[in-house]
């Protein structure tokens, strides 16, 4: 499902656009557990069946991870031969190493499994292998298996976001609506792509949420996306009263203290943002307390003190390990990769290589523990970005084209139309750098369409190529984004002052 949350999976942040699972869409069922189900499930355990209904609802409604993971553990435990039972405990995985175990258990049972979950198995193990343009396929097939299942309509929208094709992925979900009105994760896939995705409609957006939030009015999730609306519309006290309703109904949940503290950041309000992160930390899963920590060490940044946040995230990154938990490698990776965008942005080049020196061995590491060739030519493509950002900075603009090319050599073979996104961003940031600003223009145009810190250089391309209008309704859209990076802390106030 598309996220607006930014928090780090259990896979790798794959700048190019690489191998990642599409987690998070599959067979949910209704807050009540009263509707059948449409996908025959194959396990004949009572026990099983029940503990996989209960993680898949927790799934659904956005409960902390570690719930849905013990329910799955619970089934697994009563049905260890439960191949869908392993697809979805692989969905809720902490690490991309549980994630993998559970995968390769859910394809050696598959043959025990009914054809629709076999299928389901099938197309989670080809994206995989960043294999988009085949997990389509599969995903298509599964929806002709079961065309009364809105959640094989949600699967199948979230491979065509990756895919690229937005506006087949918001026609598949409205589909699905039609299919079951009452059915909330659709409300909440359709509205979040209106508000993170291009082109976005924020009138829409509001529309799809409000009619998830009528479903489940007293759900913490429907005011946590609630909020996010108000955030995308700029209207910050509301989303802060609803990321407190949110509080209110569940008072352990560390994410509504983690979203209220980006609004208060967002506000200035830095005491209380750090107030709000240091309690989400405290309530956290420990797999999830490095990545509020994250948030923690941005305030710094909106502060007007990029240095402290750089020594912050350090200090996440090297107590990761001393924490024992199996997220170690992606709560690393989140932390260097935020420290070396706000050094590289600030130029602090001794930083961003001690940072980027990290991320190597971590990126190559976490890609030992995933088994998969497509994942070690993701992180290879990351070393390769993070490397020629470096060199761009440096003023080394032909090492910087030589990693780019470098990148799209390792990410070849891949099917998925966007993996060469990252790529031609570090083209752009090159061509930027050195002041050619057509060329700069021409590549931010064909990276990610849907990250704050392309459009912001592609704003400075375009405003270096005289194409003044374009420029600003780029850093418009930069000045008005209010979800939290550093990408979002470096860049949001110098956007607003060149859109005005």
Same mark, same amino acid.
């Given at each position: 499902?598309?996220?607006?949350? #930014?928090?780090?999976?259990?896979?790798?942040?794959?700048?190019?656009?690489?191998?990642?699972?599409?987690?998070?869409?599959?067979?949910?069922?209704?807050?009540?557990?009263?509707?059948?189900?449409?996908?025959?499930?194959?396990?004949?355990?009572?026990?099983?069946?029940?503990?996989?209904?209960?993680?898949?609802?927790?799934?659904?409604?956005?409960?902390?991870?570690?719930?849905?993971?013990?329910?799955? /553990?619970?089934?697994?435990?009563?049905?260890? *031969?439960?191949?869908?039972?392993? #697809?979805?405990?692989?969905?809720?995985?902490?690490?991309?190493? !549980?994630?993998? *175990?559970?995968?390769? $258990?859910?394809?050696?049972?598959?043959?025990?499994?009914?054809?629709?979950?076999?299928?389901?198995?099938?197309?989670?193990?080809?994206?995989?292998?960043?294999?988009? *343009?085949?997990?389509?396929?599969?995903?298509?097939?599964?929806?002709? +298996?079961?065309? %009364?299942?809105?959640?094989?309509? =949600?699967?199948?929208?979230?491979?065509?976001?990756?895919?690229?094709?937005?506006? @087949?992925?918001?026609?598949?979900?409205?589909?699905? !609506?039609?299919?079951?009105?009452?059915?909330?994760?659709?409300?909440?896939?359709? =509205?979040?792509?209106?508000?993170?995705? $291009?082109?976005?409609? +924020?009138?829409?957006?509001?529309?799809?949420?409000?009619?998830?939030?009528?479903?489940?009015? *007293?759900?913490?999730?429907?005011? @946590?996306?609630? &909020? /996010?609306?108000?955030?995308? $519309?700029?209207? +910050?006290?509301?989303?802060?009263?609803?990321?407190?309703?949110?509080?209110?109904?569940?008072?352990?949940?560390?994410?509504?203290?983690?979203?209220?503290?980006?609004?208060?950041?967002?506000?200035?309000?830095?005491?209380? !943002?750090?107030?709000?992160?240091?309690?989400?930390?405290?309530?956290?899963?420990?797999?999830?307390?490095?990545?509020?920590?994250?948030?923690?060490?941005?305030?710094?940044?909106?502060? &007007?003190?990029? %240095?402290?946040?750089?020594? $912050?995230?350090?200090?996440?990154?090297?107590?990761?390990?001393?924490?024992?938990?199996?997220?170690?490698?992606?709560?690393?990776?989140?932390?260097?990769?935020?420290?070396?965008?706000?050094?590289?942005?600030?130029?602090?080049?001794?930083?961003?290589?001690?940072?980027? /020196?990290?991320?190597?061995?971590?990126?190559?590491?976490?890609?030992?523990? =995933?088994?998969?060739?497509?994942?070690?030519?993701?992180?290879?493509?990351?070393?390769?970005?993070?490397?020629?950002?470096?060199?761009?900075?440096?003023?080394?603009?032909?090492? !910087?084209?030589?990693?780019?090319?470098?990148?799209?050599?390792?990410?070849?073979?891949?099917?998925?139309?966007?993996?060469?996104? &990252?790529?031609?961003? #570090?083209?752009?940031?090159? @061509?930027?750098?050195?002041?050619?600003?057509? %060329?700069?223009?021409?590549?931010?145009?064909?990276?990610?369409?849907?990250?704050?810190?392309?459009?912001?250089?592609?704003?400075?391309?375009?405003?270096?190529?005289?194409?003044?209008?374009?420029?600003?309704?780029?850093?418009?859209?930069?000045?008005?984004?209010?979800?939290?990076?550093?990408?979002?802390?470096?860049?949001?106030?110098?956007?607003?002052?060149?859109?005005?």
């Amino acid at each position: 499902m598309l996220r607006v949350r #930014l928090l780090v999976p259990a896979l790798a942040v794959v700048v190019t656009a690489g191998a990642c699972s599409t987690t998070g869409i599959g067979i949910a069922t209704p807050a009540s557990d009263q509707a059948p189900m449409a996908i025959p499930i194959s396990t004949q355990s009572a026990t099983a069946r029940a503990e996989f209904l209960r993680g898949v609802h927790d799934l659904d409604v956005e409960s902390p991870p570690l719930k849905a993971r013990e329910h799955f /553990d619970r089934a697994l435990a009563a049905d260890p *031969n439960f191949a869908f039972g392993h #697809l979805y405990a692989a969905f809720s995985a902490p690490s991309i190493a !549980a994630y993998r *175990n559970h995968l390769d $258990e859910a394809v050696r049972l598959a043959d025990g499994a009914t054809p629709a979950e076999q299928l389901w198995i099938r197309a989670e193990r080809t994206g995989l292998d960043n294999n988009v *343009n085949g997990q389509l396929a599969l995903a298509q097939q599964l929806l002709q +298996l079961t065309p %009364s299942d809105p959640r094989a309509y =949600g699967y199948l929208a979230g491979i065509q976001f990756n895919a690229g094709r937005r506006a @087949d992925a918001r026609a598949t979900l409205e589909r699905a !609506a039609q299919i079951d009105p009452n059915f909330a994760p659709t409300w909440i896939q359709l =509205g979040n792509s209106y508000l993170l995705s $291009e082109p976005r409609d +924020l009138a829409k957006a509001e529309s799809y949420i409000r009619k998830e939030v009528a479903l489940e009015p *007293n759900e913490p999730v429907a005011h @946590d996306y609630m &909020g /996010d609306v108000y955030r995308a $519309e700029n209207n +910050l006290p509301q989303a802060r009263a609803e990321y407190t309703r949110m509080i209110e109904l569940d008072p352990s949940r560390a994410l509504a203290f983690q979203q209220r503290g980006h609004v208060n950041s967002f506000l200035g309000n830095f005491a209380e !943002a750090r107030t709000d992160y240091d309690r989400a930390v405290a309530l956290a899963d420990p797999t999830q307390k490095p990545t509020y920590s994250v948030y923690h060490a941005l305030v710094n940044v909106y502060a &007007g003190d990029p %240095s402290a946040a750089e020594a $912050e995230l350090e200090r996440i990154a090297g107590g990761v390990d001393g924490m024992n938990i199996p997220s170690a490698d992606g709560a690393k990776i989140f932390a260097l990769s935020e420290e070396a965008r706000i050094a590289l942005h600030n130029r602090h080049l001794d930083v961003a290589q001690r940072a980027i /020196d990290q991320l190597r061995t971590v990126y190559r590491h976490q890609a030992e523990t =995933g088994r998969s060739d497509a994942i070690r030519r993701g992180n290879e493509a990351n070393i390769d970005y993070w490397e020629g950002m470096l060199a761009a900075r440096r003023g080394d603009f032909a090492t !910087a084209r030589n990693e780019a090319r470098d990148m799209m050599a390792q990410v070849a073979q891949d099917q998925n139309p966007r993996k060469n996104e &990252g790529a031609h961003e #570090l083209l752009g940031m090159a @061509d930027l750098l050195q002041g050619n600003y057509p %060329s700069a223009a021409a590549h931010f145009a064909e990276a990610n369409p849907d990250d704050i810190y392309v459009w912001y250089h592609r704003g400075l391309a375009l405003e270096g190529a005289g194409r003044t209008a374009e420029a600003k309704e780029f850093f418009r859209r930069v000045a008005a984004w209010n979800f939290n990076t550093a990408a979002t802390a470096l860049v949001k106030s110098d956007a607003a002052r060149r859109a005005a």
